[in-house]
C-alpha cells in the first residue's frame, strides 16, 4: 500500500512562488507514474502536470511556462514548482501515483493566491 503525503501549500501573492512536495511510502516509487492535480469547490478534480516513472512531463495549458514536475525516486518525492503564481491557481491540490493495477491518492494541501 502506497501512501502519499503532500506539503508546502499556503498563502502567496499574486506572482509568487511555492514549491509542493509529496513524499511517498514504500519501495515501488520508481514504478508509479506520478501526478498533481487540483480542485476547488464545486468543480472536478483537473490534471495540472505529470511525470511518468521514465521522466516524460505532461502539463495543463494553464500552467506551461509557470509549473515545473520533476522527481526525486532516491527520496520518494515528486515536486511542483510553482512560479509567478495566480489568483486562479487558488485550490487544493493532491499527489497521485498510478499504474495499471492501482492508483493512490494523498490528502491534498490548500494553495491559496491573494492579496
Known amino acids: 500500500q502506497v501512501q502519499l503525503v503532500e506539503s508546502g501549500g499556503g498563502l502567496v501573492q499574486p506572482g509568487g512562488s511555492l514549491r509542493l512536495s509529496c513524499v511517498a511510502s514504500?519501495?515501488?516509487?520508481?514504478?508509479?507514474?506520478m501526478a498533481w492535480y487540483r480542485q476547488t469547490p464545486g468543480n472536478q478534480r483537473e490534471l495540472v502536470a505529470s511525470v511518468s516513472n521514465g521522466g516524460r512531463t505532461n502539463y495543463a495549458d494553464s500552467v506551461k511556462g509557470r509549473f515545473t514536475i520533476y522527481r526525486d525516486n532516491a527520496k520518494n518525492t515528486v515536486y511542483l514548482q510553482m512560479n509567478n503564481l495566480k489568483p486562479e491557481d487558488t485550490a487544493v491540490y493532491y499527489c497521485?501515483?498510478?499504474?495499471?493495477?492501482?492508483?493512490?491518492w494523498g490528502q491534498g494541501t490548500q494553495v491559496t493566491v491573494a492579496s
Open positions: 497521485k501515483a498510478g499504474r495499471t493495477c492501482d492508483s493512490h
Open positions: 514504500g519501495s515501488a516509487f520508481s514504478i508509479y507514474d
